[in-house]
């Protein structure tokens, strides 16, 4: 049998409202695979994609998985050939960072491939390097968690500091993807250039309380600080029933909800499963009645981010 | 003996760098006493002001400890008369919360006289329109540790919502006053109006990390924090010398340094009590160099805030 490793590398929701390119959560849902193994063609190729209805390219330095798997090459000065096989099981332009679950699951794959040239966090780098040719700046609020798991903050990119920050164990989500297409590059243009000061004193004072929040298992000061000034004002009104979806989760027992990342997937949280599947049917429920295609899914943080797949 | 109560409230530190507007904490130093007593004219009177070297107001609606007893006489629909003195221990206009310190004092020694008709955190409220009236925005971040001690995050002024952030067990301060003037009111002008989406994302980033730090005790992440793009590049112009005291603090072992609240007071944050002490002195020896008259403090946090004096 031909030596491969796969890997899994979950769906990630960023922004977490005020958090805007600071915050992002692994979640225990959908998800990219990768396969990894040596190859007779020098560099890195990808053979073969799956689930992706045939759109994204498989040219290496066009797909966040090559240009990921790419960069861990250089990193560790190998010029082995490797072969790529991608299967999509989630959704891509969804705002639930399928693009750094590919990147993330093509170098960890690579990694066990090669027995470990690099520890799992020294992957994080290359994942963030994909994502910065993907959307002309680096940012690791996808990666992170992808690779990663868990909630983490990323303090800086540059250099990179990122810490993981401390979970209420009941702390659920419910996610709706409705199938509108939103391109995160048109999604960042909309964004303000400059804020007021007044209005950015508010959105750190969230940032930090949110935190705080995580801490101390403090559901109603997670609500409280999950208001976003900045994204969201913008970003909601690319979302078709944005509102009455909003209004809907918060009337189902959502302690928050907001868009995830630069959508069209919004998420709610919850302090328990049964109220995040309830959240989740009846925003399932909104879009169904007005015929949009949409996925839902309710359940827990992922905390342990890319994983290999047993074979 | 006439029947009085005396309030002592604690200096304050706003902002810690990237906090601005958000974050306060009081420290175990100098601070304000207010002794309160009922007298038989109406309304609030103050007879006495001491340590303020005459220039502090005793006409009440213009001194920050009368505008919040009267504030305070007013929520609760009393019209007894009562007379404040108030001993200043701290110097004013330094960027140690002194207006804040006079009001929580005043309105602690108010609510013992008249036994207790709210309940000590209540009083904040009128503590608040104290620096409202004075500086024409209601900001908490100096009124809320003043009156209810450690290291206060507020979220929102209004409504008012504030959570007390847990500390390291050793965290200790290093501070000093130079004799130098500058008005609270001027150094808030000079803050920009308005910043880029970059910079207040480095900035929500760091007052995130620096909630974080302060529940994990990490003090290494305390100081890569505790960075501010914001107040401190325009206020650190204000003070003379102010890199050379950064320099100096840092290489003596402080964590982080930085203005407290519009200055012209600075402090650094250290690990343990000898390295604040040290700290303290090296920033003494600066100011000295330059024949600046300057005062120095070191210590910890003060958890209480205002607290009555047993007399």
Same mark, same amino acid.
């Given at each position: 049998?031909?030596?491969?490793?796969?890997?899994?590398?979950?769906?990630?929701?960023?922004?977490?409202?005020?958090?805007?390119?600071?915050?992002?959560?692994?979640?225990?849902?959908?998800?990219?695979?990768?396969?990894?193994?040596?190859?007779?063609?020098?560099?890195?190729?990808? @053979?073969?994609? =799956?689930?992706?209805?045939?759109?994204?390219?498989?040219?290496?330095?066009?797909?966040?998985?090559?240009?990921?798997?790419?960069?861990?090459?250089?990193?560790?000065? =190998?010029?082995?050939? $490797?072969?790529?096989?991608?299967?999509?099981?989630?959704?891509?332009?969804?705002?639930?960072?399928?693009?750094?679950?590919?990147?993330?699951?093509?170098?960890?794959? $690579?990694?066990?491939?090669?027995?470990? %040239? !690099?520890?799992?966090? *020294?992957? !994080?780098?290359?994942?963030?390097?994909?994502?910065?040719?993907?959307?002309?700046? =680096?940012?690791?609020?996808?990666?992170?968690?992808?690779?990663?798991?868990?909630?983490?903050?990323?303090?800086? +990119?540059? %250099?990179?500091?990122?810490?993981?920050?401390?979970?209420? *164990?009941?702390?659920?989500?419910?996610?709706?993807?409705?199938?509108?297409?939103?391109?995160?590059?048109?999604?960042?243009?909309?964004?303000?250039?400059?804020?007021?000061?007044? +209005?950015?004193? /508010?959105?750190?004072?969230?940032?930090?309380?949110?935190?705080?929040?995580?801490?101390?298992?403090?559901?109603?000061?997670?609500?409280?600080?999950?208001?976003?000034?900045?994204?969201?004002?913008?970003?909601? /009104?690319?979302?078709?029933?944005?509102?009455?979806?909003? *209004?809907?989760?918060?009337?189902?027992?959502?302690?928050?909800?907001?868009? @995830?990342?630069?959508?069209?997937?919004?998420?709610?949280?919850?302090?328990?499963?049964?109220?995040?599947?309830?959240?989740?049917?009846?925003?399932?429920?909104?879009?169904?009645?007005?015929?949009?295609?949409?996925?839902?899914?309710?359940?827990?943080?992922?905390?342990?981010?890319?994983?290999?797949?047993?074979?």
């Amino acid at each position: 049998m031909v030596k491969q490793f796969s890997a899994f590398a979950p769906a990630t929701i960023s922004n977490v409202a005020c958090g805007f390119d600071v915050f992002g959560f692994a979640i225990d849902g959908p998800g990219d695979i990768v396969t990894a193994r040596f190859s007779d063609k020098p560099g890195i190729t990808i @053979s073969a994609i =799956s689930g992706d209805e045939g759109r994204l390219p498989l040219k290496t330095m066009s797909n966040t998985a090559g240009i990921a798997a790419n960069h861990l090459m250089n990193t560790i000065k =190998s010029a082995v050939g $490797i072969d790529l096989q991608i299967t999509k099981k989630m959704p891509f332009s969804s705002g639930l960072g399928s693009s750094a679950a590919s990147a993330a699951a093509a170098v960890t794959a $690579i990694n066990a491939l090669l027995d470990y %040239p !690099l520890k799992h966090e *020294e992957l !994080l780098p290359s994942v963030v390097e994909a994502e910065r040719a993907l959307c002309g700046s =680096s940012h690791a609020d996808n990666a992170a968690p992808a690779l990663l798991g868990g909630f983490i903050l990323v303090r800086s +990119t540059e %250099p990179l500091d990122y810490i993981k920050v401390p979970l209420p *164990e009941n702390l659920h989500y419910a996610l709706v993807h409705p199938k509108i297409e939103i391109n995160t590059n048109d999604a960042r243009k909309a964004l303000p250039k400059q804020i007021d000061l007044f +209005t950015a004193v /508010k959105q750190w004072a969230n940032t930090a309380a949110l935190v705080q929040a995580l801490n101390s298992s403090d559901f109603g000061l997670l609500g409280r600080s999950m208001v976003d000034y900045v994204a969201e004002p913008v970003r909601a /009104k690319m979302v078709s029933h944005y509102q009455e979806v909003k *209004e809907t989760a918060l009337a189902n027992g959502a302690v928050a909800f907001t868009i @995830s990342g630069s959508g069209p997937a919004m998420f709610a949280f919850s302090d328990n499963a049964d109220k995040a599947e309830k959240i989740a049917t009846a925003m399932n429920a909104v879009y169904n009645k007005y015929d949009i295609e949409n996925t839902v899914y309710s359940g827990k943080i992922k905390h342990d981010g890319t994983t290999l797949i047993r074979e």
